[in-house]
């Protein structure tokens, strides 16, 4: 490594004009700061939604909420279970982001348009299991101002589990829907040469980093409604 | 340090399939404490398992943002840029849990509505499915009448 003073010259030349400070496209730095703010709006739901929880004596517990899966009788108790499984759906979908990015890179056409069906066919299985949650849930009685489930320690419960479920989960849920339609027509542009005739494929990247943000408060969201 | 950014860093599918691997793992021992915190009724018990899940999902994102999302190769100044203002949120999450938490505290010792209300026990319903189901937080409802 080379010392304090070459490190630091050469670091304020980024700041000197002629080039990027941050040295990567405009359109990116702005999906960063997209990004953060986003992270802002999801922090906000899920800090009221844990300032909420910390003020209430009882709570529901989500084994005994989420412990149903697809095609399963009335009376399973399999809780994690459906919620692991959209969450690695997830992740995957994310890695075959990463592996379209790089083939992105590569200027390969053929890689590129792969992992984004791929990518698109894990956010719509995401999709999917969401809606078969949320409808489960319905017919148990459970919406947004509506709350069947007792508290753990057997107590009445508020509608407050309900509310901040549904809200945060729909939120994230819309996110990839978004994020679905993103990736669609980047799959379209990918097709039709686009990228091709530009000479590069950065709205990829872009796309990518918003596929991953939504893969990333995924990992909140599960966390705090599923395991905590 | 200047060299940056445009250079890719050894193997990029070594890193993708080594970071895939990591978030698995740590996704399936979250899963493995999640199942295990089931069976654990002990406060601090519990308390210690959640502490260890929030730190494994910490991990997992800090994965997601430098690797997926290839923050850790870019420029100091845009990690900077991203990183330094997400750190208010260290601030919000203390500052909004134990406001919650003192609020609890509060309405437990002053009021004792709250408190009552917080320790009637309630039938849970037989199989959640079916038309009584639909019907809008009965305990909730029950209770109320109850204490009045």
Redesign the interface.
């Known amino acids: 490594m080379s010392n304090v003073t070459t490190a630091s010259t050469k670091e304020a030349k980024w700041w000197n004009g002629g080039k990027s400070p941050f040295d990567v496209e405009y359109g990116k730095v702005m999906m960063w700061y997209f990004l953060m703010s986003d992270a802002f709006t999801f922090g906000a739901f899920l800090i009221a939604y844990g300032t909420v929880r910390f003020s209430t004596n009882g709570w529901p517990n989500p084994n005994e909420v989420f412990k149903s899966y697809p095609f399963a009788g009335e009376g399973t108790n399999a809780p994690l279970v459906f919620v692991s499984i959209m969450t690695f759906i997830l992740i995957i979908s994310s890695v075959t982001m990463v592996l379209a990015v790089h083939a992105g890179k590569m200027m390969d056409k053929k890689g590129v348009v792969r992992n984004m069906i791929f990518t698109i066919i894990g956010g719509i299985a995401f999709l999917s299991c969401q809606a078969w949650e949320w409808n489960h849930l319905h017919h148990e009685g459970a919406w947004w101002g509506m709350n069947p489930f007792i508290n753990a320690d057997g107590t009445a419960s508020s509608t407050n589990f309900t509310n901040f479920f549904f809200t945060i989960t729909g939120f994230h849920g819309f996110h990839v829907f978004s994020g679905v339609v993103i990736n669609i027509i980047m799959l379209i542009m990918t097709l039709t040469n686009q990228f091709e005739k530009r000479g590069h494929y950065l709205m990829i990247e872009k796309a990518g980093l918003y596929w991953h943000f939504v893969d990333l408060v995924w990992v909140f969201v599960f966390t705090c409604f599923y395991l905590l | ?2 060299n ?2 445009t250079h890719e860093h050894g193997d ?2 070594a890193e ?1 399939k080594k970071v ?1 691997i990591i ?2 793992v740590l ?1 399936i021992v ?2 493995i ?3 295990w ?2 069976g654990v009724t002990s406060e601090g018990g519990r308390l210690a398992i ?1 502490g260890t ?2 730190i494994l ?1 910490l991990a ?2 800090f994965y ?2 430098a690797y ?3 923050l850790k190769h ?5 990690i900077m ?2 990183v330094v ?2 750190a208010l ?1 260290i601030w ?2 203390t500052a ?2 134990s ?3 003192s ?2 505290n509060l ?2 010792t002053y009021d004792p509505h ?2 009552a ?6 039938e ?2 037989e ?3 079916g038309e ?9 409802k ?2 109320e009448t109850e204490k009045k």
């Open positions: 340090m200047s940056h950014d990029p599918i993708i895939t978030l698995s996704t979250e899963l404490l999640g199942f915190m089931i959640k899940i929030v999902m997992k994102a997601i943002v997926f999302m290839h870019e420029l100091k100044n845009l840029t991203i203002p997400l949120f919000f999450i909004f849990l406001d919650g938490n609020f609890r309405r437990n709250f408190k209300q917080s320790t009637i026990k309630v849970a319903k199989g959640h499915h009584e189901g639909t019907k809008e937080a009965a305990p909730a029950a209770a």
